[in-house]
Each structure stands twice: as structure tokens, then as C-alpha cells.
């Protein structure tokens, strides 16, 4: 029974089929299936998610819905979660460089990151290089996103690397990129240690960071 | 051969007498730059609260004539650096005080969107769309209830500011009349890509109503910007980005597809051409493109992996290709050979048989004039037909 439950809360979720996915979740709430096995479920349906993300399958309005329902029944799970080992994989901070205002990347970064167990601090838009740093020094994340989509503004990356090493903190924090304007040799130009071309492979790579 | 033939004539998919180009949006402190103009310190006259309000004021007041202004420079830089066509565009704004906004004014447009104003290094005044008035159905109703008036005031703005550009410049440039943002963007923009992509499946009988409604409105403009004049139109959403298409192709097509080609019969049915307009990587929507019956395309955005060459190989000459040069360095910082080097590849990918403009992927703050005129040059040089 409790397995035939979960099976179905990872098919709602793949159906895109939110009512569906939050009834199941609720019955998971009052009922007698492990909460920590329907987390599981949803967390085995976003790798899916990101799989057809990947192989362009699905595309970002799939993936903003999917990750709309993983965060609704995550919503109603987490809080029954027992032991603190369930609790968020780490703490990302992310935010747009300074004098760029796309948000779009970001914001669907942070909707698929966090619905995969990540907790996320968003900076907004136009983040100045020092908001960057003084967010990690604050936060002390695994791991720091920038998104920058324009040449006008990827400078600003090299400066935010310069500021977490004047402030003894580079090596405290994994740093990765993404956006229009940037590729993996900027990245390494820059001295990031990542360049993600899409949401999904970010979370990918910073999961693996994690668990490192 | 003068530009309007030129243009006309690779529209046409016949070879002119040499690889037309064209300019885009060139950013205010590009055309600056060309016309030898300093930009007035907006930004630290705004920081000024008596100021700001007279700023307000003037911007509320003279909307169409300061944004005629703008493009009027546009078109004369345009001129100068010896472009055959350029995009031109009317936008309908409005400036409201809003306190959390950098620089305490913000532009609010007629169909439900914030553009934060802010100041380039050079002290350049540049507004961007940044988030969405109408995020819940009954935000969007209202919205459009309070601002129906200003729907034919817009139709009739386009129509004026289009004609005033053309009578002006027309004999020395071919203005490619653009409608504004399209459907999808004027659909999603006012309620922001998130909430869109829930209502899509939440709510598909209200995204229907707001892309009925955009259709309308943006058909009538488009006709107004052809009643003025303007031989070939320019239509435009971002449908993609770096990695491939905002939506899977098919639902644009269920949701937009009918829309597209209201379109294309309209310019048709007026006698004239219309290109399309998408950044990002946009493969996956070629054959849509021809489908709804585009013209052309504009931007073919080399950062998202667009390649002029297998474009041409994807769709032969059922599509005018327009753009391509990349501003991600080329046009920024490369050397005139490099410029020289791209623009004579674009050239033997695209131009054969006619059917391709030389231009610009985009335009930001940071493309430099005189790369454009290497740019020109060697499309004069290296983009003769001489059958
Ligand atoms: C939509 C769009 C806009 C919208 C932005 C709306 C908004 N609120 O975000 C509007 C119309 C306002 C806009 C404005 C401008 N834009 Co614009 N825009 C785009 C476009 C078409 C798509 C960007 C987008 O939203 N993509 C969707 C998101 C989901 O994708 P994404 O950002 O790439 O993010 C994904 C990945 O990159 C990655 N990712 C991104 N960031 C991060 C961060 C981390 C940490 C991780 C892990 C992953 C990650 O994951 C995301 C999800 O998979 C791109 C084209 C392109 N190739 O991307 C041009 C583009 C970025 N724009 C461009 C330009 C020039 C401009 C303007 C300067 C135009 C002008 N002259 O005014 C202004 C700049 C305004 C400013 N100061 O920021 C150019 C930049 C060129 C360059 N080399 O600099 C581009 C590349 C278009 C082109 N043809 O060249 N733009």
C-alpha cells in the first residue's frame, strides 16, 4: 500500500498534475507511510524532471511547475520530518551581478535547487560585488551562484572572487556561474569553480560538492 | 542600387548588388558615441527629490516627443555609420515615483509592466523591464480595466511616431517598423514567467483570455505601424534562451500558434514582408517559423549557439536570415580583422542567392561604433554580387 502511495506521488508529480500530487501528500501526512519515504519519492521524481529537462524533453515551463509541486508537497512533508539529519543538503547563495537585471535564470535556479533540498538565500538583481561577499561571510554556504547574462557585466565576477579572497573567505566556498554571456572558459578564466548551462546541471554539480 | 532596393531586393531572395546591413536597438550610449553627444546627469539629478519630481513631470508631459527624440538620434547615428535599415520601436510609458526603486522613479507600460531605471557608466538614463503589476487574474482584469483608454491612444502614438520617422528619414535610411514586444512576451511579462508557467496549467482559460487580448491589441498596432509607411515590418518575442526554446515548441504552437499567423495574414494581406525577432537558441522553432509564415529572422544569437550556416541548411531560402555578428566580443573588443573574418564567414553561409542582411546579434552599451563601421566597411568590400 505505502509503496503503490509513493509510486503515484512521483507519477502525479511527473503528470505535472499539482491537485493530484498535494492529495497524495496530505494522505501522507495523516496516514502511516514514512514521511521521509515521500520525500524520497519526490526527490527520485525531480531527478526525472531534470533528466527530460536535460535531454530536451521538457522545457522551463515544465520544469518551473515541477519544481512548483515539489515545493508545495515539500511544504506539507517537511515540517513532519523527525531528525535534523533530513534537514536541507546546504545553504546556496545566489544572486544576479551587478548592473544585470535578468532574474529569470536565477529564479528558476533557485525554484529547482531548493525543491531539490537546498536552502536557498536570494540577493536579487544588481547585486553589487560586496552584497556577495558579505552574504557569505554571513551565510557560510557550500556554494555561491552568480548569474550574469551580459557582457556589460562579467567583470563582475572576477570582482566578487577578488573581494571573498581579500576577505580570507574564497576557500570557504565553492563558487559556480551561469547565464548568456558566460561559458566554461570564463568560468576558468575567472577562477569559478564551476559554469552550469542550466538549472539542473548547477544543482547536479553543487549536490556533488555536498557530498564531497 | 540605393538601400531601399537593396533591402527589398535580399528580401526578396534575389541578390542585390551587395550584402545589405542593418542596424538594431543601438543603445543610447552607442549613438552617443557616433554623434559625438554627452548624455545629461540624469542620475544625479534624480537623486535630487524636486528634480525628480520635475523629471517625472517633463517625462509624463513629453513621452512621445522625448522618445521620438531618442530614435531620431538613433537613426541619424544609423545614417552616419552608413547602415541600409534599422529597427525602429514606440514604446507607451509612464513614470511613477516608487520608493524602493534605485532611482526612486520607475516606468510603468500600458500593458502591466515595471521598467527600473538606471544609469550607465557614461551617465546615460536606460530603463529595463523587471517584474510584472498583474500576477493574479483579478490584478490583470483590473489593470486592463483602468488603462482601456490607453489602448487607442497607443494605436494612434504608433502610428504618428512610425509616420514622423519614416517622413523624416526615410530618404536616407529604410526604418524597419517594429510592433513593440509580441504575444508571448506581453502574455508572460505583466504576470511574470513563474506565475505564467503555473497559470498555464492552472488556468489556461485566463492565460487564453490574456493572448486573445494581446493578439488584438498588438495586430492593431502592427497595422498602425504599417499605415505609416513602413515597407518591411518587424515582428519580435524572445521564444528562447541560451539553451533552446522558453516552452516546448508544441505548446507554443497550441497557445500561440494561431496568433502567429494572424499575424503574418495581416502583414500579408498589407503587401508586406515581416521578420521575426527571437534571441536565444531557436532550432527547435525554424520550421514553426515558416509554418506561421514568417519572412524573416532576426538575431541568430551566436552565444546561444546559433550558427548562420546550418540555419541556411535547416530552412534553405524560405526564411530571410538577419544578424548574426557577435556582441559578446567581436563587436566590443575585436580586432578589424576578426570583424572583417566574421563578416566575410556570415557572408558565404548566408548570402548567396540573396535572402540575408548583415547585422548585429544585439546592442548593448558596450558595442562600439567603430567596430560597427568595420563591420559596414567589409560588408562593402567583401559583399559585392557579381554575378
Ligand atoms: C529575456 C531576456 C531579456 C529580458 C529580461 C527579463 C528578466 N526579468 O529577466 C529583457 C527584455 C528585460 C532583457 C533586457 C536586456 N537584455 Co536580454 N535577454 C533575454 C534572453 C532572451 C533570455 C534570458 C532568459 O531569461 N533566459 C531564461 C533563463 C531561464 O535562462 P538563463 O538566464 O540562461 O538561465 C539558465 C541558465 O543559464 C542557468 N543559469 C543562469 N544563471 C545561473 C546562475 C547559477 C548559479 C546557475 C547554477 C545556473 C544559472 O540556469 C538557468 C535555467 O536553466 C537572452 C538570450 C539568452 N541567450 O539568454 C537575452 C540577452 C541575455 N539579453 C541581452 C541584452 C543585450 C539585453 C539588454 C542590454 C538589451 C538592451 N539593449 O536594453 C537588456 C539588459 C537589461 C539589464 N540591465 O539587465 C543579450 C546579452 C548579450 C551580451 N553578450 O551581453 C542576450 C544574450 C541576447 C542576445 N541576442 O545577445 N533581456
Request: hydrophobic share 40%.
Amino acid at each position: 500500500m505505502s509503496g503503490e502511495i509513493l509510486e503515484q506521488l512521483k507519477a502525479r508529480l511527473l503528470d505535472l498534475d499539482m491537485d493530484g500530487a498535494v492529495e497524495l501528500a496530505e494522505l501522507v501526512a495523516g496516514g502511516d507511510v514514512r514521511i521521509a519515504d515521500a520525500v524520497n519519492a519526490i526527490s527520485e521524481g525531480l531527478e526525472v524532471v531534470g533528466q527530460r529537462f536535460q535531454r530536451g524533453e521538457w522545457f522551463l515551463t515544465e520544469l518551473v511547475y515541477a519544481g512548483e509541486i515539489a515545493r508545495e508537497t515539500m511544504d506539507l512533508l517537511s515540517p513532519l520530518m523527525e531528525t535534523a539529519s533530513s534537514g536541507p543538503l546546504g545553504t546556496v547563495v545566489v544572486g544576479t551581478v551587478a548592473g544585470d537585471l535578468h532574474d529569470l535564470g536565477k529564479d528558476i535556479f533557485i525554484n529547482y535547487a531548493r525543491s531539490a533540498g537546498f536552502k536557498l538565500i536570494d540577493l536579487g538583481v544588481d547585486v553589487p560585488a560586496e552584497g556577495f561577499v558579505s552574504a557569505v561571510k554571513e551565510h557560510h554556504p557550500l556554494a555561491l551562484g552568480m548569474s550574469c547574462l551580459l557582457t556589460t557585466t562579467d567583470s563582475e565576477i572576477g570582482k566578487v572572487i577578488e573581494g571573498l579572497k581579500r576577505q580570507n573567505v574564497r576557500d570557504k566556498v565553492k563558487v559556480i556561474i551561469g547565464g548568456a554571456a558566460l561559458t566554461e572558459q570564463f568560468a576558468e578564466n575567472a577562477g569559478a569553480d564551476a559554469f552550469a548551462p542550466d538549472a539542473v546541471t548547477g544543482t547536479d554539480i553543487i549536490r556533488g560538492w555536498g557530498a564531497s | 542600387m540605393d538601400f531601399k532596393e537593396r533591402i527589398l531586393t535580399a528580401i526578396n531572395h534575389e541578390e542585390p548588388d551587395r550584402v545589405p546591413v542593418m542596424g538594431l536597438i543601438l543603445d543610447r550610449a552607442t549613438s552617443d558615441r557616433v554623434l559625438g553627444k554627452k548624455p545629461a546627469d540624469i542620475g544625479s539629478m534624480l537623486s535630487n527629490p524636486e528634480l525628480r519630481d520635475e523629471i517625472k513631470d517633463y517625462m509624463n508631459s513629453s513621452w512621445n516627443d522625448m522618445y521620438y527624440g531618442s530614435w531620431a538620434d538613433v537613426l541619424e547615428a544609423a545614417i552616419k555609420l552608413g547602415f541600409d535599415a534599422n529597427w525602429t520601436v514606440y514604446a507607451f510609458m509612464q513614470a511613477v515615483e516608487d520608493p524602493e526603486s534605485k532611482l526612486g522613479l520607475v516606468l510603468h507600460d500600458v500593458f502591466g509592466r515595471v521598467w527600473e531605471l538606471g544609469v550607465d557608466e557614461d551617465g546615460n538614463m536606460m530603463s529595463s523591464y523587471v517584474r510584472g503589476l498583474c500576477t493574479t487574474e483579478e490584478e490583470w482584469d483590473a489593470w486592463v480595466e483602468r488603462k482601456r483608454p490607453l489602448y487607442d491612444k497607443l494605436i494612434e502614438n504608433v502610428a504618428d511616431y512610425h509616420k514622423r520617422l519614416a517622413d523624416n528619414y526615410g530618404d536616407r535610411i529604410l526604418p524597419i517598423g517594429f510592433a513593440g514586444s509580441g504575444v508571448f512576451e506581453n502574455t508572460w511579462q505583466p504576470m511574470g514567467f513563474v506565475n505564467f508557467s503555473k497559470f498555464v496549467y492552472q488556468k489556461p482559460d485566463f492565460v487564453e483570455k490574456v493572448i486573445d487580448f494581446q493578439t488584438d491589441v498588438y495586430l492593431k498596432c502592427l497595422d498602425a505601424v504599417m499605415r505609416s509607411g513602413v515597407e518591411v515590418v518587424l515582428g519580435g518575442d524572445d521564444l528562447s534562451q541560451k539553451t533552446g526554446p522558453f516552452m516546448h515548441p508544441e505548446l507554443i504552437e497550441r497557445l500561440f500558434g494561431d496568433s502567429y499567423r494572424r499575424v503574418s495574414e495581416l502583414v500579408h494581406k498589407r503587401n508586406r514582408k515581416l521578420i521575426w525577432h527571437s534571441c536565444g537558441n531557436i532550432y527547435a522553432l525554424l520550421d514553426k517559423f515558416v509554418e506561421w509564415g514568417f519572412d524573416g529572422i532576426l538575431t541568430m544569437e551566436p552565444t546561444a549557439g546559433m550558427d548562420l550556416g546550418k540555419v541556411r541548411e535547416q530552412v534553405g531560402h524560405k526564411l530571410v536570415l538577419v544578424g548574426n555578428l557577435d556582441v559578446s566580443y567581436l563587436l566590443v573588443r575585436g580586432t578589424q580583422e576578426e570583424v572583417e573574418a566574421a563578416v566575410k564567414k556570415a557572408i558565404r553561409d548566408a548570402a548567396k542567392g540573396g535572402g540575408y542582411i548583415l547585422s548585429a546579434a544585439h546592442s548593448h552599451r558596450l558595442v562600439d561604433p567603430t567596430r560597427l563601421k568595420w563591420m559596414i566597411e567589409a560588408a562593402h568590400k567583401y559583399g559585392k554580387y557579381t554575378s
